[in-house]
């Protein structure tokens, strides 16, 4: 498997991306000496990706750090010393609603007058611990690992993809593929304004693709797409459970869409390459067949490691030291049995 070049696509998904960090663990440990050549990411996995390649450290030392210290820390987290044993998880889910130290903070203007404003919270502590953690140097090798990160225009509606192999990515752009509303604020990024990219798209599956086929070479190709959504689920019990439910389905049937369409021009790819020697020279010569095969290389692989979270743990804002504990392990196991 080590002679692939290797495409990890991320979705987003709020505090399930501790999955995504669990499959990467796994990853790593399975393929000693391992680097992708493409990372692409929306939101939460944006995150992850930035995390990934443009870590200061180790890449498997800095997501640790990200998701076991900084993400699970809320605003009182101190409380946690003063309650003792009467801070349970039900207390530390509540305070989530308040802030998280690592990425968002309740906007005091909020509060006072909540219809003139635009969000919710702030995205500053994210900004600060992209900052600590992410090396913009090494973030922008492309060379070493391709990142593009997805956001949606709130002006155009259309989707924009921050690619450092096009230009250098900032903590901005990821910053702005993490701004769902009305949670978080748009982010301005030169003249326009972006919102979280999982609201158009939440699986930048096309993007790996396209990365993988820039590549130069005849090694074989393949493509890793960590799913937070499964599209089998429970039937909602309460409203909570019914909003959890429609979020699920909404990022799961775009990815079916999606997979049925590349495995469509995957076979369209390897039918061309077996008729190819038997095309006539005038045909072969043609504009449109000889664009094909220069814009589309087969992929070899399509892998989809899929998150079954238990019933109790698959709430996207629950950022809980024992919620994300298990969420990591679980994308660690998963991923290893895959």
């Known amino acids: 498997m080590n002679d692939y070049q290797t495409a990890i696509v991320f979705q987003g998904g709020g505090a399930l991306g501790a999955y995504e960090y669990g499959v990467i663990k796994a ?6 000496g391992f680097r992708p050549a493409a990372v692409t990411g929306i939101s939460i996995g944006a995150i992850n990706a930035a995390l990934l390649a443009g870590a200061k450290r180790d890449p498997l030392e ?12 809320n605003l009182l987290g101190p409380a946690r010393m003063l309650l003792g044993p009467f801070f349970t998880q039900e207390v530390e889910q509540a305070l989530g609603v308040l802030g998280n130290a690592g990425m968002y903070q309740l906007r ?10 635009t969000s919710i919270y702030n995205l500053e502590p994210l900004r ?7 090396d913009d140097d090494k973030l922008n090798r492309s060379q070493d690992t391709r990142v593009v990160v997805e956001a949606v225009n709130v002006t155009t509606g259309e989707l924009k993809y921050f690619d450092n192999h096009k230009e250098r990515l900032q903590i901005e752009h990821i910053v702005a593929s993490a701004s769902l509303p009305p949670g978080f604020p748009f982010t301005p990024v030169g003249e326009q304004s972006y919102w979280d990219g999982g609201l158009v798209e939440n699986t930048p599956l096309s993007q790996a693709i396209n990365c993988l086929e ?6 074989r190709r393949e493509v890793i797409v960590v799913e937070l959504f499964p599209m089998s689920g429970p039937v909602p019990k309460d409203m909570a459970e019914v909003i959890n439910r429609l979020g699920q ?17 995957n076979s369209l790819i390897v039918f061309l390459q077996k008729i190819d020697p038997y095309i006539p020279d005038q045909l072969r010569s043609d504009p449109l067949y000889r664009a094909l095969f220069a814009q589309h290389k087969k992929i070899d692989a399509l892998t989809v490691i899929t998150a079954h979270f238990p019933e109790d743990r698959s709430n996207a804002s629950d950022f809980s030291h024992e919620t994300i504990e298990s969420r990591i392990k679980l994308g660690y196991e998963q991923a290893k049995h895959q």
Do not use: C, M
């Open 128 to 134: 600060r611990t992209l900052r600590e953690l992410v």
């Open 27 to 32: 990853l790593y440990e399975e393929r000693p």
């Open 108 to 117: 005091q203007d909020h509060l006072l007058t909540p219809y003139q404003r």
């Open 214 to 219: 820039q590549l130069d070479g005849n090694s």
């Open 249 to 265: 389905l909404s990022a799961a049937s775009k990815l079916r869409i999606d997979r049925k369409l590349f495995q469509t021009i």
């Open 62 to 73: 800095v997501l640790d750090e990200a998701w076991r210290k900084r993400f699970t820390e």
